[in-house]
Structure formats: C-alpha cells, structure tokens
C-alpha cells in the first residue's frame, strides 16, 4: 500500500466584500459567512481556491500509482483526497446538519497574485470576486455558461453593476462527455459536513474530479486546481456566521494543504517464512539509516521474531529466524514534536506487504516536511490480539 503527497503551487481567497481585492500571499485560505448587523445585514461570502503542478499530478497518477486511464481512477483501490488543515473555527453550526463545505473544479484558470488582506491599497494583481487573473483583464463568467458549468452568488442580476455579489468563480457541476467520465455515476463534486465535536479539517474525496480532469472530461489544458465554498452562502442570518479558516501554502507552520494519494500496491508472499502467530514477540526496522534526503524513496523492512522461544535443541540461534507479519499488519507515521500522524493506520492503504525475505513497507520521504522528526509505528493482529508497536523508530528528512 503507499501513500503520496503533494503540495500546492498557489492559493487565495476570494471575498464578496472586495470583490477586486487580491490574497494570493495570506498565510491562511478561508471559507466563511458573515452578517453584520440586524439593521443592516448585508450578508458576506468568501470562497478559496487552490491549485497543485499539473506536471506534478500526472507524474503521480503515471509513474507512482501506474494509472493509464481515467477509466482505473473510477474503480476501486485508489483514492485522492483534498487536505487542509484548521487554523480557526467559529460559529459552526451546532445543530445535526452541521457547517457544510464543498468542492468544485473551476472551469478556467486562475492567478495567485501577491496580495494579502486589506493590503493598504489593496492588490490587484492576481484573482478576486471579479477577476480569475489581474483586475480588469478576465472576469469570472456570470452568464453565458457553457454545457455543465455553473456559479452561485445571491440577486436577482447576474450584471456586477447592479449586483455586487455576481462572480465569485465559475466551475463544474457534470461532464457532458458520459464516454469519458460519466458524471452522473461519479460526480465530480466534493463536499464534507463539521458538526461542533468533529474534527475540522478538510479531508475530501476529490478522485472524481482528479479523474474527470485526467481523462479530458473538463478543462485540462492546465490544472484548475479546486474551488472550496460553503453551503449554504450569503445567509440573512446574525446567528449563523461560520468562519473556517485554514493555513494556506504560504503558511509559516507545518501544515500546508496537500493533494493526497493512496493506492493499493501490496502483495503478500511469505515464500519459506512462517506467519508470527505467538505473542509476545519483538519487532525491529531495517533498513533505516535515520536519515534520509527529501528525494528518497525507502523500502523499510520489518524483522519480527518470538520474544520467548521454545526449549529445544535446535543447531542454530531461535533469534536468527524472520517471521513474517500476518496480513493485518499496517504502518503509520508520526510527527515527533507534535505526537500528530501525518500518515495514519489504515486498513486499506497503509497494509504492510511481505516477500520471501520478510516484511515491508515503502515511504515517500518529499510527501513529508524537511528538517523534522518522525517515528514509525507498526499495528498487528497475532492471534487475536490488536498490538501497536511504538520501539522509537526515528528519522529524520533533509532540505536536500
């Protein structure tokens, strides 16, 4: 099993309230409603959009994962999640249906700029309400949409001139290709519900639109990216104001957005080993030198053996022999300052595979943060017993 990530080449918000305004280098990316006042409402929306390497997607899908056609991004075994991670959240909606948000591709490029909030004057030289590019060159469409593109914004007018609100982005909602990408079987839409106690990170399924994009059923000259609203926008409402707001890739912190990916590459052939079926026993990582370079791609090896032996006469050391790991063996790594996983269990995608030599288990070292410490954990099932072991396995990725 492997997982593999990427991180963004831009990002910004767009906010109805200054709709020329440019964000491109804001350290957070937000989605939120706002109303100001009962006597004067006048209910606010803003959106963010995110984009990664085009180049950067395609060598993933082609040289990591082995896709070959969008046709294999449909079936099961693959998975490509949007990932970003809270910096601030308020006025969610407590009740059961929650604070949605959701996720589009937008139907046209777009530029970063390098503005930043209420920069005094403001800048304009990347996308906004009104602008996918620099103010006043390309808006963002408000009428006249092509097959299975869309936009949402509140009034009756789609002019900007009368409705301040028009714009806010363009993107897909289906694909009028069915031979290429049938959209009504695999919609290529993400979207993802926070109630008060859950988790508030973004972690959608986004393979649809990866797929989509990939097999030309949507725009793929370059990569969009993606366009992340909430459902519902512009609510006439002082009590629901949720605000979502999330480190950008400009961030100062380790948690930039990322494109993750997972997919199924394990094999189990245990060849003369015998599967570990006795507890207590002992595990130990091979193949770990404690440091790698951000560019490594390291094929890890788990050695495991009985902590107790059994008293026979046997010619040669009990604790010489390699066991292998049952099939429900799984990996994770953590962040070490933070105690975080940045790749948790999963009984899908992080499987440990096994040859004729033994265990093992590939890392991607540039889908991790340069310059920190992580430890590797290993969860077994060994006759009936669910054991995590934690025996400080550390390394540490160079900027390199």
Sequence with gaps: MAVYKIFPDKDATIYSLFPNMNTGLD?????????????????????FLISFDNNDVENVLENKMGISSSAQLSGSGVQVNLRCFIATATGLEISPTGTAVDVFYPSVDWSMGTGKYLDDPISTDGTSWYWSTYSGSTAWATSGFSAGITASYTGSSNDRNINPYAGGGTWYYSSSLANTWDSDAYPITGSQTFTYSTDKDINIDVTNIIGAWYGGAINNAAFNGFIVKQNPEFVNNKDYQPELKYFSVDTNTIYPPCLEFKWNDWSYNTGSLSVINTTPATLSLNENPGVFFSQSVNIFRVNAGLKYPPRTWVTSSWYTTNY???TASYYAVKDLDTNEFVIDFDTTYTKISCDATGSFFTLYMDGLEPERYYKILI??????????YDDNYYFKILNG
């Design 27 to 47: 350290e957070m990316i937000e989605s939120t409603l706002t109303t100001f006042a009962y006597s004067q409402p006048n209910p606010q929306a803003s959106r």
């Design 324 to 326: 292998a790991l049952p």
């Design 379 to 388: 969860q077994t099932n060994i006759n009936g017993n669910t054991i995590v």
